[in-house]
């Protein structure tokens, strides 16, 4: 039987993966999170399951290593919480690169309607009986410039449903294709000419903080951000003097740098210790979501799933094209001697 230690636990991913459980496989689930702290609970485990906030850094490796955790299964495509690199050699990591690209993308879109059409101050409005639509003018999203940056799965869904909108859309990404109706360029020439904004990207030492103090002066006046990817890629310092600035126009947020210990957890009867995030949360501009883009029903099934497969196929010996080393240049490519085998 294969112990999986399942960390950072929600009523959701219970229901999920309980379904699956077998003779084969049992999870045995923490409602903690991974940590240097929280390590130990991993003893006499084959595998932990971590999901986005979980602090899998080298201290936190070398001590699963200790304990003989073989392997890391990641619940969600990023990994940029997993020191990969301390991992190389020791424990093997599998993540799940394509759990529901329309999910992530229906939400980015869903947050841009809510927020140039006014539908949450709506909302409320109504309930108190007040029809009243002074301050709800929005503006049409057809013919407004979009750029993407990012054109992974999630990404070309997206730029799916903005085609549907008439909108006309700019993309960045380090490997461009061809995309009918889509025009590649620099980062320059989107900050430049978008009206709207939406990051679609891993984060990585290259695009950790692309909408920065050294990109607002680019930026088109009144331009709309949206990021349903990773927090970091978002200085939210920099972001909240641009909308101070009236520089950016309003933004749509699912992440933030610092959620880890805020977000996925109900905190309406505490005072929010970061003073950033309440001030953007204060903004009548600004919409936040607590990184829930990727939960339906649909997504959490294909997660729990290829979750397992993942599981399985290591329990197997067998080549697993979701495995993840630091040898990756890239999500398509790896330098590993082995291909499909990290080590």
Do not use: W
């Not at 299964?73 to 990969?84: E, F, T």
């Amino acid at each position: 039987m294969i112990r999986i230690a399942f960390f950072d636990t929600k009523t959701y991913d219970r229901d999920s993966f309980e379904r699956l459980e077998s003779q084969d496989v049992k999870f045995k689930f923490f409602e903690t999170k991974l940590s240097e702290d929280t390590a130990e609970l991993a003893k006499g485990f084959d595998g932990v399951c971590v999901f986005v906030n979980d602090d899998v850094n080298e201290n936190v490796i070398a001590k699963l290593y200790e304990y003989n955790v073989k392997f890391i299964v990641l619940r969600c495509a990023g990994y940029n919480n997993v020191d990969v690199k301390a991992a190389f050699g020791k424990i093997h990591i599998f993540r799940v690169p394509a759990y529901s690209p329309y999910a992530v993308a229906e939400h980015t879109m869903a947050l841009l309607l809510t927020s140039v059409r006014r539908i949450h101050k709506a909302y409320i409005r109504s309930r108190d009986f007040n029809f009243s639509l002074n301050g709800l003018t929005g503006f049409d999203l057809h013919g407004k410039t979009i750029g993407v940056i990012g054109t992974g799965k999630i990404g070309r869904v997206f730029i799916d449903i903005c085609k549907g909108f008439g909108m006309k859309i700019l993309a960045y990404d380090p490997f461009p294709m061809d995309i009918e109706g889509v025009k590649f360029t620099d980062l320059d020439e989107i900050f430049r000419k978008s009206d709207i904004i939406s990051l679609h990207c891993p984060l990585t030492d290259d695009t950790r903080h692309i909408i920065g103090f050294d990109s607002l002066p680019k930026l088109k006046k009144g331009v709309m951000i949206l990021n349903t990817s990773r927090g970091g890629l978002i200085d939210a310092e920099a972001l909240l003097q641009g909308i101070k600035e009236r520089i950016i126009g309003g933004a749509c947020l699912d992440v933030y740098e610092e959620e880890a210990d805020i977000f996925f957890t109900d905190n309406s009867g505490h005072i929010l210790g970061d003073d950033v995030l309440a001030r953007l949360i204060s903004m009548p501009n600004v919409i936040v979501t607590s990184h829930q883009a990727f939960l339906t029903h649909d997504a959490l099934d294909n997660i729990a799933k290829t979750t397992l497969q993942n599981i399985l196929d290591f329990a197997a010996g067998k080549d697993n094209d979701n495995e993840v080393c630091y040898h990756c240049e890239n999500f398509d490519k790896c330098k590993s001697e082995k291909k499909k085998k990290c080590f």
